[in-house]
Structures are given as C-alpha cells and as structure tokens.
C-alpha cells in the first residue's frame, strides 16, 4: 500500500516536471508573474508555529508530516507561495486560488483514494489582547483532492482540489476583515485527512454546528474522530496598534523569494500568552 502510493506520488512529481516545462515554453506571462518561491521543511513549519505563539496558545502541539501550501496574488500582481509567518493586507487575504502539500507519502494512511479537510480560522478574534470569541472559523470543506498536476508556484507541491461535484464546503469561504487597532491577527490554515464516512455525508451528519465563533478544535476533532493536523501554514494581517501590542511593520518577504524572517517578530506579547496558556491548555490539543 505504502509503496504503491509512494510509486504514484513519484509518477506525479514527474509529470509534474513535464508540465511545468511546457508551461515555461509556452507561456512566459505566466511564469514572469510569479515569485521565486522555495519548499519549507516541516521542521521550520514547526518551529514558526512555535515562534509566533500559536503552539501552544491556540495549538497544543503541532508535528507536521507534510509541508502544506496555499497561494495567493499579492498586492502587486504576482503569484505568490503562502509561507508560515507572511503578513498579508486585506486584499491578498482572498481565497488563496492554490492548495498544495509536498511529501504527503510522510503521511500515516494515506491512499489514493484519500479525502482531506482544510479549514482557516482566527485565532485572535476580536484581538490577540482579548480573544473573546476564539477560534473564528472563516473556512472549512472537506472532500480536497490530491491532484496530479504541480503547484503553478512551488513546483516540488502537488495541488490539492476539490471536484466541482464534491464541493459542498461546510463553511463557505469568508474573507477576513480584522477591525482596525486590533494588532496582529494570525490566521490558520490547517489540513487534515478525511475519515472515509464524510466521502458521502457532510460534518452536520455528526452535528457540526454551523456557528463560526468560539469554535473548539479539540471537540471538533473528537465529533467528526479526526487524528492530528498533517500540515498547517499561518499569515498575519497588521491592523494597527492595540496599546503598544501588535505593531508588526512585518514585510512579506515571500515576495523577495526569501522565507526565514518573516516569523522572528512575531512572538507573544508576554502577558496575554501566559495567561491564555494557562486558561486554555486543557480545551486546545489540535
Ligand atoms: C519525508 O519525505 C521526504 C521525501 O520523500 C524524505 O526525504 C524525508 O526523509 C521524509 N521525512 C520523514 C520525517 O519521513
Ligand atoms: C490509521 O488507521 C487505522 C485504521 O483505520 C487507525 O486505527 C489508526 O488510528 C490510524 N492512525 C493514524 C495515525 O491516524
Ligand atoms: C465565546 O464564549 C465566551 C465565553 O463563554 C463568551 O464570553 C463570548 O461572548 C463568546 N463569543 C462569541 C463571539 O460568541
Ligand atoms: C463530499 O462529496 C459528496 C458528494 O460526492 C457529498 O455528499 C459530501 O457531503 C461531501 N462531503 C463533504 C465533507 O463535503
């Protein structure tokens, strides 16, 4: 079985490789577009989850088999590679128009018939200060779909879709829109793989309630009987100052083709992350 997968994933990369040279002949637009985007170990995901607070704040603990991916079109046009860490305005915070994974035969029971659910949400809803109504879900489908072609950024990635036919996302996709002067908001992409059962029945057949705000991840697991996150990614949006907490004046260094700063100022402001560890240990395993 293992083999078998690790035999088709090998398939895909190469047709992977056959694609995206076609693509470089015959469309140079396209190629110029996008930034110079390069893979992240699944060991500086963990640590930038680590650096920003997530883990253990809003994540008990995160140990990614998978390097997880979404893409987006940043302010000035260009494709571009959603690192952990990237602040991002508003405006590139639309849906990213790409998933993708690398090294998915890391995974424990995958096949290739397997489903996976993606969800993003908000960590510091209404503020990191007071995250009142934490998590806020802004997205969440299941029935993703490993794809044979590249990601059209990373091409080491496989995208992941979701089937026109199968595509009843539980929670359509809303864009964040952070109030102003509520500092830093870490936004969470997070994939994890799909029990068989919700192949042919959506979350509300296990009584996923379709409220957004103060959403459990540990009780949302244990309902819908999901293991351990595979992959997640972050990016911030910087709403301003929230009394000396959360200016960020972080740069996208995604857009320079580069990936290693982009976390390092993102550490918890002291206070609040003592507190809600302590608070919210016990409710928050991933
Ligand atoms: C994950 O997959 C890659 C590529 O197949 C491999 O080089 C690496 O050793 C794997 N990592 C783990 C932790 O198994
Ligand atoms: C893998 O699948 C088996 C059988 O469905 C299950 O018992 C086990 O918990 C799964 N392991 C993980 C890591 O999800
Ligand atoms: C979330 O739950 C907390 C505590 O139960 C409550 O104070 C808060 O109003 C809730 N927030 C939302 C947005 O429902
Ligand atoms: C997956 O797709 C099937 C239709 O093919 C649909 O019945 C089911 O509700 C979908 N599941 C999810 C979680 O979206």
Same mark, same amino acid.
């Given at each position: &079985? ?23 002949? $015959? ?14 170990? $699944?060991?500086? !995901? ?6 920003? %607070? ?8 995160? @140990? ?11 302010? /000035? ?10 602040? =991002? /305005?508003?405006?590139?915070?639309? !849906? ?8 998915? %035969?890391?995974? $424990? ?9 993606? +969800?993003?949400? @908000?960590? @510091? ?18 029935? +993703? ?15 992941? !879709? ?5 595509? !009843?996302?539980?929670? *359509?996709?809303? *864009? ?5 002067? #509520? ?12 029990? *068989? ?6 979350? @509300?057949?296990? %009584? ?15 309902? =819908? ?10 990016? #911030?949006?910087? /709403?301003?100052?929230?009394? %000396? ?14 990936? /290693? ?8 402001? &002291? ?6 560890? =302590? ?8």
């Amino acid at each position: &079985m293992y083999m078998s997968l690790s035999n088709m994933l090998g398939l895909a990369l190469s047709s992977c490789a056959l694609v995206s040279a076609s693509a470089s002949s $015959t469309d140079d637009t396209m190629i110029r577009r996008q930034v110079n985007a390069n893979s992240v170990s $699944t060991a500086d !995901f963990k640590s930038r989850f680590e650096q920003s %607070g997530i883990v253990p704040e809003v994540i008990a603990a995160l @140990d990614p088999a998978v390097s997880f991916y979404a893409s987006y079109k940043t302010s /000035t046009g260009q494709d571009a590679l959603l690192v952990p860490g990237s602040t =991002l /305005t508003v405006a590139e915070a639309a !849906f990213p128009f790409e998933f993708s994974v690398e090294n998915l %035969g890391n995974a $424990t029971n995958i096949t290739t018939s397997t489903r996976y659910l993606i +969800y993003l949400l @908000d960590a @510091d809803a209404p503020s990191r200060n007071d995250p009142s109504a934490r998590n806020l879900r802004h997205y969440l489908a299941g029935n +993703y779909t490993l794809s044979n072609t590249p990601s059209s950024v990373l091409p080491t990635a496989q995208r992941l !879709f979701l089937p026109s036919a199968a595509s !009843f996302p539980f929670t *359509p996709y809303q *864009p964040p829109q952070p109030a102003a002067n #509520t500092g830093v908001h870490r936004f969470i992409y997070a994939l994890y793989t799909q029990p *068989p059962q919700f192949n042919l029945a959506n979350f @509300d057949s296990v %009584g996923m309630s379709p409220e957004t705000s103060n959403w459990s991840l540990p009780e949302w697991r244990m309902q =819908l009987g999901l293991g351990p996150a595979i992959g997640a990614t972050f990016f #911030t949006i910087d /709403t301003g100052a929230n009394n %000396g907490e959360g200016t960020s004046g972080q740069v996208d260094t995604v857009a320079q083709g580069g990936v /290693t700063a982009a976390a390092s100022g993102l550490s918890s402001p &002291m206070y609040p992350a003592a507190l809600t560890a =302590l608070t919210l240990a016990a409710r928050l395993m991933v």
